[in-house]
């Protein structure tokens, strides 16, 4: 299997109030979802980042990332686009979510960055048609979905090494 060596984040909107923060910002287990889902993508191989993300918590999401880690966190299409110009195999993660092996394929998908430059020139769609979809991500639609993922993350944590396939 062709494995991804960049992904690509959308910062989800927060909620109606203005002290409120992106789920990707909120944390799981003392640890924002935003780390979760880059720890696992730097397991898997990804060597560079883009998250599109409102410049008001760019600051908090770049402290998501481990030091040295290649990230551009922007909100400008622009530097989206440069970013994609590679042939390079490009994670797209639309919306939280939580690294988990039994989340078959969904809404996390990869396809080569100029493919997807071509298609996000003139319309952010998610209809990519060369795109592969990619098991191991459970989307997160709010903090319900927290509060129930929780319980199940900590037994995992919980257990000796060998033990959380």
């Known amino acids: 299997m062709v494995r991804p060596q960049r992904a690509v984040f959308f910062m989800e909107e927060p909620a109606v109030s ?11 287990l003392s640890c924002p979802i935003l780390s979760w889902m880059s720890n696992q993508l730097l397991a898997d191989g990804v060597q560079r ?4 993300c409102d410049d008001r918590f760019a ?24 970013f994609l ?5 490009t994670a797209v993660l639309p919306r939280s979510a ?7 394929p969904g809404f996390a998908y990869m396809a080569p960055g100029l493919e997807l430059r071509e298609i996000w020139k003139d319309k952010m769609t998610n209809a990519v048609s060369g795109a592969e979809l990619l098991s191991g991500w459970l989307p997160v639609y709010s903090q319900d979905t927290i509060d129930e993922l929780e319980p199940l993350l900590r037994e995992r944590v919980k257990r000796p090494s060998g033990e959380n396939a």
């Open 18 to 28: 203005s002290d409120s923060k992106p789920l990707m910002l909120k944390a799981v």
């Open 49 to 52: 980042f883009f998250l599109a």
């Open 59 to 82: 600051e908090e999401a770049k402290s998501c990332f481990p030091a040295g880690v290649d990230v551009i966190v922007s909100d400008r299409h622009s530097d989206l686009l440069a």
């Open 85 to 89: 110009e590679t042939d390079e195999q």
């Open 98 to 104: 939580i690294p988990m092996v039994e989340a078959g």
